[in-house]
């Protein structure tokens, strides 16, 4: 597949495809998100969240219709979210987030995401909801030791599957860790 011409370092993180002939991809060039869209066989750069990102990326993309996504990522000092309506994309305050980074996010509909990562301040797992109008945390079920959520997929609005690890700080002490609603 071909691609538009991208700036030097460019990067990809994510991809949804709504329909098999409508997909977004986000990542980063520039310190900036980065987006694309598959459109009539071929790859085309498209307005990108306004976001600086410093270190950070956009980590996870959820798109139910071509003119409906919910994209989530980390910048070097907070958690962002942001919506495509179909013509632009709308920044959306991850209010209880904190130092936390959202790394998956899964919708069910404009007004049903759910979004999961971790919490930087406490190593435990963070999990938000939209409802369409703003975020709210969920409380994460209790782990005995640090967790981190990377993928969510949600089947129904009750029926939500989120992976990731939890132990000690090095890869040898982690443990899968698979969470359902």
Known sequence: MKLPHLPGGAQLFDVACPASTDCIALGSANHKVLSLQWAHGAWV????????LGLGAPTGLSCR???SC???GITESQTWASQWSGRSWRNERVTNAGTGSLTGVSCLSAADCIAVGVLSTTTTALIEQ????????????????MSALYGVSCIAVSECF??????GFDASSQHPLFMRN
């Open 45 to 52: 750069a498209m307005v990108s969240p306004s976001i600086k």
């Open 65 to 67: 219709t071509p003119s």
């Open 162 to 167: 989120a992976a990731g690890n939890h132990g």
């Open 130 to 145: 939209w409802n369409g109008r703003a975020w709210s945390h969920v409380q994460s079920p209790k782990v005995t030791q």
């Open 70 to 72: 919910m994209a989530v």
